[in-house]
């Protein structure tokens, strides 16, 4: 908007313009232009595509192979992507020997509470188990687990203010998590794959795969503190992020 409304002025006052702001002004004009047209193709044709797009694509493609009802914008979806997942016949593979999705779970008020304000799965499935969908592009697996990934302040509270006496807000928060994080990660864990299945569905380049992570099969899970190390070890050297690492000793 602001490159039309600078263009919209220099047409007001182009007959004041001497030989030199002419070019100038027609030049930038062209630029602009070629910039407009190439940003078109880019993301007319999807060449640039977030992983949002295809995670969405993915699950609207499950509901076209199981012919299930859904609230997904079909302005969300690529419909390149979803004739690709279609045609390559790995939603049917996915749920090979499994019970088969009955119910799109998105934008539905099922499995929420007080603190848990959006659905936290997928699917539901014929013998009445969930199923989530967790999409990737590339060899990645980084992402924010349902529920308490992105928790605002009372939901925190919620999940983990059993774990110190005070309540936990932005002043003592960096502390809180330095202190409990041997504590905080099963929790994290468990809602990571809170569905009774959990796929993580990866996509490089122009290949598909999958792997199933049944919740019956996490074990319970203990850290010890002394094996974690951040990077900003304390609350006053963390400004923005922090990252860390745990000491595996099998």
């Not at 263009?7 to 007959?15: G, P, V």
């Given at each position: 908007m602001q490159q039309s409304f600078v263009?919209?002025?220099?047409?007001?006052?182009?007959?004041?313009?001497?030989?030199?702001?002419?070019?100038?002004?027609?030049?930038?004009?062209?630029?602009?232009?070629?910039?407009?047209?190439?940003?078109y193709i880019i993301f007319e044709k999807r060449i640039i595509m977030n992983n949002e797009t295809f995670g969405m694509t993915f699950q609207y493609a499950i509901c076209i192979e199981y012919d299930i009802e859904n609230k997904i914008s079909i302005e969300r979806i690529d419909k390149e992507l979803l004739s690709t997942f279609l045609k390559s016949?790995?939603?049917?593979?996915?749920?090979?020997?499994?019970?088969?999705?009955?119910?799109?779970?998105?934008?539905?008020?099922?499995?929420?509470?007080?603190?848990?304000?959006?659905?936290?799965?997928s699917f539901l499935l014929e013998n009445e188990e969930t199923f989530s969908v967790k999409t990737f592009k590339g060899n990645g697996k980084m992402f924010a687990p349902k529920?308490?990934?992105?928790?605002?302040?009372?939901?925190?509270?919620?999940?983990?203010?059993?774990?110190?006496?005070?309540?936990?807000?932005?002043?003592?928060?960096?502390?809180?998590?330095?202190?409990?994080?041997?504590?905080?990660?099963?929790?994290?864990?468990?809602?990571?794959?809170?569905?009774?299945?959990?796929?993580?569905?990866?996509r490089k380049d122009e290949t598909f795969s999958y792997e199933i992570i049944k919740r019956a099969d996490l074990p319970d899970l203990t850290f010890d503190k002394s094996n974690f190390t951040f990077t900003k070890p304390t609350s006053q050297s963390w400004n923005e992020s922090n990252n860390l690492k745990y000491k595996y000793c099998a």
């Open positions: 263009f919209a002025a220099k047409e007001r006052n182009y007959m004041k313009l001497n030989y030199f702001d002419v070019h100038f002004y027609r030049s930038c004009k062209q630029l602009f232009r070629k910039i407009r047209t190439i940003n016949k790995i939603i049917r593979k996915i749920f090979r020997g499994k019970s088969k999705p009955i119910k799109s779970l998105y934008k539905t008020k099922e499995f929420t509470s007080e603190f848990i304000s959006r659905c936290p799965h529920v308490v990934g992105q928790a605002g302040e009372d939901t925190f509270n919620h999940f983990f203010g059993h774990l110190q006496k005070n309540e936990i807000n932005r002043t003592n928060f960096k502390e809180f998590c330095l202190e409990n994080i041997s504590e905080i990660l099963p929790i994290v864990v468990d809602y990571a794959l809170v569905s009774d299945y959990n796929c993580w569905f990866y």
